[in-house]
């Protein structure tokens, strides 16, 4: 089963405004970490933002959000005041934390953001 | 600053060829990763190495085999390549934990022809 789900493949936005990228996870465990992750067209992975499962306060850094709804499943990357530099794609993951696995890190499909001016 | 390299940036491979995929790390991780990233699929885990000489499958190992007989080394082989692993490859490492985020190298684009 997909551990990771977006099941937005691109999201568009006007400068300035405010986006939410959609994230869904799976699994039994206690302990994860979940974390957005930008990748320009350049390629590189630039870390944004983590959430804990055990953090009662949703995470913020800067101009980026995650809502976490623990019940739910899902860890939303919330963009304030988009600027053209955020066009890129986003990737959402999570770290398990049960045995062998502990610490392994797993992918969703991404999300292409276009931010029109 | 943490620095992960991957040996190369761009590799062109003939089919049935063994390839090697290098990575290296300098920060002292335990954990390492490779990815393959295709596009509408995103990243997906190829193996994960937990400490030296061990590893765990990850999501699509089957064509692959990974070596870590350093700590700061990971490697990636294609035993026989095929023309469906023509892809990008990402390796990534990390401290042990949750709650830590994973240092990506540059990727290595290849093609398998």
């Known amino acids: 089963a997909q551990k990771i789900t977006q099941t937005q493949p691109g999201m568009f936005v006007q400068e300035k405004e405010a986006v939410t990228l959609d994230c869904t996870y799976d699994?039994?465990?206690?302990?994860?970490?979940l974390f957005w992750y930008k990748q320009p067209s350049s390629g590189e992975m630039i870390f944004l933002i983590y959430?804990?499962?055990?953090?009662?306060q949703n995470a913020t850094e800067g101009r980026y959000s995650l809502n976490f709804q623990k019940a739910r499943k899902s860890a939303n990357l919330v963009i304030s005041a988009s600027q053209l530099g955020d066009s890129a794609m986003y990737f959402c993951a999570m770290r398990e934390g049960w045995g062998t696995s502990y610490g392994k890190l797993t992918f969703g499909q991404g999300t292409i953001l276009t931010v029109h001016p | 600053d943490v620095k992960v390299t991957q040996s190369s940036r761009y590799l062109v491979k003939r089919t049935g060829e063994k390839v090697f995929l290098e990575c290296v790390q300098d920060?002292?991780?335990?954990?390492m990763f490779w990815y393959r990233q295709d596009p509408g699929l995103g990243l997906r885990l190829i193996y994960f190495s937990y400490d030296v000489k061990m590893k765990e499958k990850g999501d699509i190992p089957e064509g692959y085999s990974v070596s870590r007989e350093k700590k700061e080394r990971f490697s990636l082989i294609l035993e026989s390549a095929s023309t469906n692993q023509t892809s990008m490859y990402l390796c990534?490492?990390?401290?042990?934990?949750?709650?830590?985020?994973?240092?990506f190298g540059q990727g290595t684009r290849l093609t398998v022809v």
């Open positions: 959430q804990g499962s055990y953090d009662e």
């Open positions: 990534a490492s990390s401290v042990t934990g949750v709650a830590t985020e994973a240092f």
């Open positions: 699994t039994s465990d206690q302990s994860y970490g």
């Open positions: 920060m002292d991780h335990e954990n």
